[in-house]
């Protein structure tokens, strides 16, 4: 059984990881060319290549304050329209939720002078828990967004199947959440 993570993007991160949580496939994925829709169809056709039917898989959700809404909406949509037409299905997780599963809370510092973490900070701040968390780093934040993603998936499943959940209290709340249908 493969767990995958997808975090869909002008670049899309693609993470494939087995039960254990090793990792089977990890890529980013960017489509042909520089012009759309020529390169969202070719990073769509891609990303379905890799995508099997028995596959668990987790989306990252819409990121509302992107500055590449529109781009990324289109990919979010394109991929999960490739999904539905397959008939696979897959969980929507929060961007918040997938930084909450790794402890990231979006803010700095102690209480009466915390400062918000925004773009470079934020993705630092990802990239130093995923590596504290499960002693995994990639070159690109896409990539370490979509293991996290797969990580969730296998958790997700994992309570689904057992009916517990033993993670991190943060953790079991994501997939608490997710279980219970609001992202």
């Given at each position: ?68 809404a529109v781009q990324n909406g289109g990919i979010g949509w394109g991929v999960r329209m490739a999904l ?44 130093k828990a995923v590596m504290e968390h499960f002693n995994y780093s990639h070159k690109s934040d896409n ?15 994992v309570v689904q199947e057992t009916n517990s959940i033993n993670l991190i209290n943060y953790q079991a ?11």
């Amino acid at each position: 059984m493969r767990f995958i993570g997808i975090d869909p993007s002008t670049k899309t991160g693609f993470v494939a990881i087995n039960e254990h949580g090793e990792i089977l496939k990890e890529k980013e994925i960017t489509g042909i060319g520089t012009v759309d829709p020529k390169r969202m169809r070719t990073m769509i056709i891609d990303l379905m290549a890799h995508i099997q039917k028995e596959d668990v898989i987790a989306i990252e959700g819409f990121g509302y304050a992107s500055q590449q809404a529109v781009q990324n909406g289109g990919i979010g949509w394109g991929v999960r329209m490739a999904l539905d037409a397959r008939k696979i299905n897959y969980i929507e997780v929060a961007p918040n939720s997938l930084k909450k599963y790794i402890g990231v809370t979006g803010w700095i510092g102690e209480a009466g002078s915390k400062k918000r973490l925004t773009g470079p900070g934020k993705k630092k701040a990802v990239k130093k828990a995923v590596m504290e968390h499960f002693n995994y780093s990639h070159k690109s934040d896409n990539v370490i967004d979509a293991y996290v993603l797969a990580q969730i998936a296998l958790s997700h499943f994992v309570v689904q199947e057992t009916n517990s959940i033993n993670l991190i209290n943060y953790q079991a709340q994501v997939i608490d959440t997710i279980l219970k249908g609001a992202i």
